[in-house]
T-cell receptor
């Protein structure tokens, strides 16, 4: 079966750092993506991890531990425009599909 | 920057009618996908398509659904007889050649389908 868990909601203030966790149990694994989705819009690519460790890209970093079935997305120097849903998605073994979690809605306040 | 486009942005239809949702993937991409997102719920995989055939489909993608690449640029999703529960945002996505791991899937802006 496929199970991807993320917290439903998080809140933070401008300038702060927030970590959004994702745990997964899937029948196959070929990498993990993080996408950002503003309300009513398409998911947009943030990061991809297939090997254990940290990937850094500007204000955003993502970490993967395959043995623990765990990833996190770290957002630094939060801005109001970072208020959005953050979607954790696991790639199936064949690389032919993304299996999404329910997403974490982040609200950034001033 | 190349992007995935979708038409129409919003489609309203009566239950039982057929609808065709259209997508133009990024031009040099080889893999195409459809996902749907019911309001307030998670993004769900429907189908992936490569080399003019379905690579994988989910349980949602039953006999009412079909996909086609009618020419070198368009990729369509047809729902033969729509049901109320088909109301959702439908996203098309495309990706390049598979390397080790998976290539990034880029999503179009979506078509909001409303079935009355």
């Amino acid at each position: 079966g496929q199970n991807i868990d993320q917290p439903t909601e998080m809140t933070a203030t401008e300038g702060a750092i927030v970590q959004i966790n994702c745990t997964y149990q899937t029948s196959g694994f070929n990498g993990l993506f993080w996408y950002q989705q503003h309300a009513g819009e398409a998911p947009t690519f943030l990061s991809y991890n297939v090997l254990d460790g940290l990937e850094e890209k500007g204000r955003f970093s993502s970490f993967l531990s395959r043995s623990k079935g765990y990833s996190y997305l770290l957002l630094k120097e939060l801005q109001m425009k970072d208020s959005a849903s953050y979607l954790c998605a696991v790639v199936n073994q064949a690389g032919t599909a993304l299996i999404f979690g329910k997403g974490t809605t982040l609200s950034v306040s001033s | 920057e190349p992007e995935v486009t979708q038409t129409p942005s919003h489609q309203v239809t009566q239950m039982g009618q057929e609808v065709i949702l259209r997508c133009v993937p990024i031009s040099n991409h080889l893999y195409f996908y459809w996902y749907r997102q019911i309001l307030g719920q998670k993004v769900e995989f429907l189908v992936s398509f490569y080399n003019n055939e379905i690579s994988e489909k989910s349980e949602i993608f039953d006999d009412q659904f079909s996909v086609e690449r009618p020419d070198g640029s368009n990729f369509t999703l047809k729902i033969r007889s729509t049901k109320l529960e088909d109301s959702a945002m439908y996203f098309c996505a495309s990706s390049g050649r598979l390397t080790s791991g998976a290539d990034t899937q880029y999503f179009g802006p979506g078509t909001r389908l409303t079935v009355l």
